[in-house]
C-alpha cells in the first residue's frame, strides 16, 4: 500500500510531513522513537515530528512500544485504523544497539487475572543481544 493511501484509509489527508514519518518508519523496518526520526528527518523539527507520532496513535495508524529503554518507540500498526489492543506482538530488546524488533508471528501470552482485574494494553519484551551483537 502507498503511504497516501496508508494516510487516507487511517482519515488523515497526506500532508508532506505525514508522509516522511511514515515513509522513515516503514523504511526502518522496526520500531523507532522519536529522537531516530528527528535525526533522519534532518528537515523536520522535533514538534512537528511529536504532533505527527501523536496524532498517528490516535488514529490508530501507528503504536507504541515500550520496551523498557527510556525511550518510547513508534512502529506501524499492521491493520490502520486498529485499536491498541488489536495489534500485540512481542518485541525484542537488544541490550548492546538499543534496536528494538518486532516478533510478528508470536502472540503476547494470556494471563489469567484476578477478579476485577481488566487489561486494556500489554507489553511484552525480552532483552537480550540480536544476531549482529551477538557475534
Known amino acids: 500500500m502507498e503511504i497516501e493511501e496508508i494516510l487516507k484509509s487511517a482519515g488523515m489527508r497526506p500532508s508532506p510531513v505525514r508522509v516522511l514519518v511514515v515513509r522513515e518508519i516503514k523504511r526502518a523496518g522496526r520500531p ?31 503504536h507504541s512500544v515500550d520496551d523498557g529503554s527510556g525511550s518510547v518507540k513508534y512502529e506501524l500498526c499492521h491493520h490502520p485504523g486498529c485499536e491498541k489492543d488489536e495489534d500485540l506482538h512481542p518485541h525484542f530488546h537488544c541490550t548492546a544497539c ?34 549482529e551483537c551477538h557475534e
Open 98 to 131: 538499543g534496536r528494538t524488533f518486532c516478533i510478528e508471528n508470536e502472540s503476547i501470552p494470556s494471563v489469567a487475572l484476578p477478579q476485577g482485574f481488566t487489561a486494556v494494553s500489554a507489553n511484552y519484551v525480552i532483552k537480550g543481544l540480536c544476531p
Open 32 to 62: 523507532v522513537s522519536s529522537l531516530e526520526l528527528e535525526r533522519a528527518l534532518e528537515t523536520v523539527d522535533r514538534s512537528s515530528i511529536t504532533r505527527t507520532l501523536v496524532l498517528f496513535s490516535a488514529k490508530g495508524l501507528v
